[in-house]
């Protein structure tokens, strides 16, 4: 069986690819049904929406019409009938931009959409994107779920019983929602740059904004106070009926908060684990630390590179040697005191010329 995860909480499954599956309309509502009940037992009662169509683009469609707690079957023969009367909105590659232009010509459904030729279309938003919409508008979609097992992002969402404009609340939505995302962060042992703030308007209008960090992070204030400033920069006007955190962008990394000053204890089970770090000599946890560093700080190590503090404390130093235009670095814990690591001055990132 043939699977795509797209995110911690979205992945597309090929029931076609699979041995022994019953592809009758009754046969996969009754896997969509265990699967909501395997969801649940494994999670404590978390629920999740399912969409079951003849293509990616009808399970999508299918998922999102009954959230939060949906499943939706698409039965062959009807996509037409479901996706029709739906806002062209609903249809993966039309933000604001384009469906500004869609609404000026009248095409407001996806029927609406249907309902044009190819050639207004490729006229209207070019040749790439019209022939897209031309062919998702007629349910025509035979793209192929591809397994991919690297995780590109771990994002939340939920959607609302009803819009919200109240900036406040949204605020407590996007804190909540950073949580989750920070924690799963962590069980993974991963950081991310850029933070991803998705949200839809009451007009089922759907678009994202980004911003990418100078270092990774799995921090969910700092996670929390980004969103929060996408949120500001997007608006609320009319009231948002979906929002949703996500962080992208992944790397493998050794935590380095885990040795900020007071987080550990020496006798506490985290300073045992912290011992053990190879790449810290055994005797540095009992080194006074006579240099002063702290997060952020740019430094040099004459054999590892340019880098910047990540945490400190226990007389050790973690750096993640990279900087802001180079790809995610390897991170090393140092004794506190290594002759080779020295401070620096901020290096010139700009492309020479």
Do not use: C
């Not at 990418?212 to 609320?236: F, H, N, S, V």
């Not at 011992?275 to 004459?302: M, S």
């Amino acid at each position: 069986m043939n699977t795509r995860q797209l995110s911690i909480d979205e992945a597309y499954v090929d029931l076609a690819a699979a041995d022994g599956v019953d592809l009758s309309v009754d046969g996969v509502t009754a896997l969509g049904h265990q699967l909501k009940d395997r969801i649940a037992a494994a999670t404590g009662g978390v629920t999740g929406s399912i969409g079951i169509g003849s293509s990616k683009l009808m399970a999508k469609i299918g998922s999102d019409l009954q959230k939060p707690d949906g499943l939706v079957v698409v039965a062959p023969g009807r996509e037409l009938e479901v996706l029709h009367p739906l806002p062209v909105t609903r249809l993966g590659g039309v933000g604001p931009a384009t469906a500004e232009r869609l609404h000026q010509v009248g095409v407001k459904t996806v029927g609406d959409l249907a309902g044009r030729s190819l050639s207004d279309l490729v006229a209207l938003v070019g040749r790439a994107h019209g022939a897209g919409l031309h062919a998702l508008a007629r349910a025509d979609d035979d793209r192929a779920v591809v397994p991919d097992r690297d995780v590109k992002s771990v994002s939340h969402e939920e959607t609302f019983e009803r819009d919200l404009t109240d900036v406040h609340v949204l605020g407590r939505e996007i804190d909540s929602m950073a949580a989750r995302v920070g924690e799963r962060l962590r069980k993974g042992a991963i950081s991310g740059r850029t933070v991803t703030l998705k949200l839809r308007r009451y007009d089922f209008t759907t678009l994202t904004r980004s911003q990418t960090l100078p270092q990774p992070t799995d921090d969910p204030r700092l996670i929390a106070a980004t969103a929060r400033r996408l949120l500001t920069e997007a608006g609320t006007a009319g009231g948002l009926r979906l929002l949703g955190v996500g962080v992208s962008g992944l790397s493998v990394y050794a935590q380095g908060d885990l040795f900020a000053d007071g987080l550990l204890t020496d006798d506490g089970p985290d300073a045992e684990a912290a011992a053990t770090e190879p790449e810290v000599a055994p005797e540095a946890v009992e080194l006074p630390v006579e240099k002063r560093w702290w997060p952020g700080q740019d430094v040099r190590h004459e054999e590892l590179g340019a880098g910047w503090v990540w945490g400190r404390g226990l007389g050790r130093v973690t750096v993640r040697f990279e900087g802001p235009l180079t790809p995610p670095g390897p991170v090393r814990t140092l004794s506190a005191d290594d002759p080779a690591l020295s401070a620096a001055d901020p290096p010139d990132w700009r492309t020479p010329g």
